[in-house]
C-alpha cells in the first residue's frame, strides 16, 4: 500500500488476493463469486478504501481536452448532441476536439487513432464502427452503442421508448399498428426500440406488424407496403411508429399524397424529438430524447476516469410529445 | 539576405527599400503606387523571389489544430459549416478544436483567450462579438464579419445575394416588393443583403418598403406591419425578401393563416440555403450560401499564414434556389 495516501482499487486487490476486475465488479454491485465478494469486502474493510468519485478523475497529463466523434453534424440530432456535449465541457474548463466521420467506419477508426496520439483525456464517441478499436491508453464513453463493460454507453431509454410509443397510439385509439426501423446494419441501443413497441403491442393484445430496413436498402419497400395496404383510400392500419423523426416526416408526406389525412385517418409517432428551428415545434409527433442529460451524463461518465467503476449501460427517460401527427 | 536559403518577403523589401505591406500589395494585386510597384518587381527579379504558397504555412510551433468559434450548433447553418470546417480540416491533417459561444460576447472573449492560450495554429470565428479582440499571437479569420484589414473575413456575396433576391422576384412577375431584416445590432458584412436588395429594386423602378429590427426586439412589428397591409384578405405587396429563411418560413405561415396563399399571392425569398434534413428540399425559395467553398476558403486563408498575404474580404457567389415560396 502506497503510505500515507488513500488505499486505492489496486491496494484493494492486492490484500484481497483478487483481480482488479473482481473488486471493480464488487464496488458496482455486479454479481461474483461468493468467495471473491467475501474476500473484497473484508479487504476494503481492513483498508479502510473509500470509492471516492473526485478520486476517479484522471490524474496523469491531463490536457483538459476530450474528442467528440459524431457521423456528422448534418443530421439536427448530432449536432444537438455536439452543441451540448460542447458547452458541458466548457462550463467545468474543458475543450472539445471535434471529429466527424461522415459514416465511414475506416474514417472513424482514423479519428481513433489521432485522438489516442494526440494526448486527449477522453473519448466521447457516437461511433458506427462496427468494432470500436479502444484500447486501454484513453478512457472512452459512447453513445447509442454499448461495445463491453468496460466502456460506459449512455443513450436515451430506447426501449421504454418504444412501449410509450405503441402505449400513447393505443391510448389515443389505435386498433391496428405498424413499426418502421431503417437504419444501419450493426447492432447498437437503438435497436431496442422496436422490441419495447411490439412488447407493448402483445400485452395490450393489439395487433401490429414490423419492417426492418437497413440503410444499405432505400426506403421504397416502405412505401411500396403502405400502397399495398391502401383499400378504397384507406389505410388498413390507423397507427405507425417509425424508428426516427426524419422517417416519421417522410411517412406522413407519402400518405398526405395518397389523400390520407394525419392524424385523422392515422397517427404516426418518431423518435429523437427533433425541433423546426424555424418554427421552434417539434416535427411530428416524438419520443423525446433527453439530449442536455444524455450530454452532461456521457461527460460525467468520461470524467469520473475508471471505467470499470461506471455502469456499462446509462439509459435515460425519454417522453412523448404531441407534433401534430397524433390527434394530441 | 538568409544566406543559402530562398529569398523572403523581408528580403524583398530590404531590397527595394519598400515596406512588407507593400510587397504584399504587389504579390497580391492590390493597387500600390506605379513607382512602388516596379521597386518590388524589379527586387523580386533581382533576388529570384518566388511565392511559393506552401512556404506561407504556419511555421513554428504547428499543433495541426484549429479552434472554431461558433455561437452554437443547434442552427442549421452554422451546423453545416462546422461540419464542412471540421471535414476540410481533418481532410488536411489538422484537428477542430469547437467553441460555442451561445451568442455570449464574454463567453466569446473567454474563447478566443482559451484558444489563444493552447496553442492552437489560428482561429476561424463567426463571431458576433461588438469587439473581437483578436491579438497577434494567433492567426485569425472571420467568417461574415469584418474586423481588420490584417484579419481576413470570408462571407458569401451577401450584396450580390439582395440584388438577385430582388431580380428573381421582378422576373417573377413582382411588382411592389418589402424587405424584412432581423439580426444582431452590429455590422458585419450581411448588412449588405439589404442594400444589395434595395439597389436592385431602385435599378428595376420597382417600389419596396424595408424593416429593420434587431434581435433585442421581437418579429411581432414584421407581422403587425403584414396585418396592417391586408386589405380584402389581399396583401399590398406581392414579394418579399427575408434576411434569412428561418424569418422567410414564418413569415410564409403567417401570411398562410391570413388565407394568403404562397406563391399564388405573395412570393417570398430567403437567405442561406437551409436544406430539410428529413425530405433533403429547401425550406423555402432561397439565396443559398455556398457553404463547402466558405469552409474551404477559410481554411485556407487561415493556413496561408501571412494573413497580410489575403485579401481582407473574400465574398464567394451564391444561387437562387426554388424552394416552393416562389413561382418557380
Known sequence: MNAGNAPTMKDVAR??????????KVINGISVGEQYRR???????KLGYQVNNYARGLKTNK?????????????PFFAMLTDELTSCLMRIGYRSLLMTTNYDSVAEKNCFQLAQQNKIDGIIALSYSPN??????????????HFSAN????????YRGGELAAEKLIALGCRSLLFFRIGPNIYGEVEKRGP??????????VPYQSLFLSDADTEAPFFRFLEEHI??????FDGIFCNSDGLAVRVCEFLRSREIRIPEDVQIIGYDGIV????????CSTIVQPVAEMAQTAVKALLSGDSALSPANISLPVYFAPGGTTRE
Open 39 to 45: 474476500k473484497v469486502e473484508a479487504a476494503t474493510k
Open 132 to 145: 470500436l478499436e479502444a484500447d486501454d491508453s484513453v478512457p472512452v464513453v459512447t453513445i447509442d452503442r
Open 196 to 205: 419495447g413497441f411490439e412488447n407493448a403491442c402483445r400485452m395490450a393484445k
Open 231 to 236: 383499400q378504397d383510400g384507406k389505410l388498413e
Open 276 to 283: 423546426d428551428f424555424a418554427t421552434g415545434r417539434y416535427i
Open 63 to 75: 490536457t483538459n481536452c476530450v474528442a467528440l466523434v459524431m457521423p456528422s453534424l448534418r443530421h
Open 15 to 24: 490484500e484481497a488476493g483478487v483481480s482488479l476486475g473482481t473488486v471493480s
Open 151 to 158: 466502456i460506459p454507453c449512455v443513450s436515451s431509454d430506447n
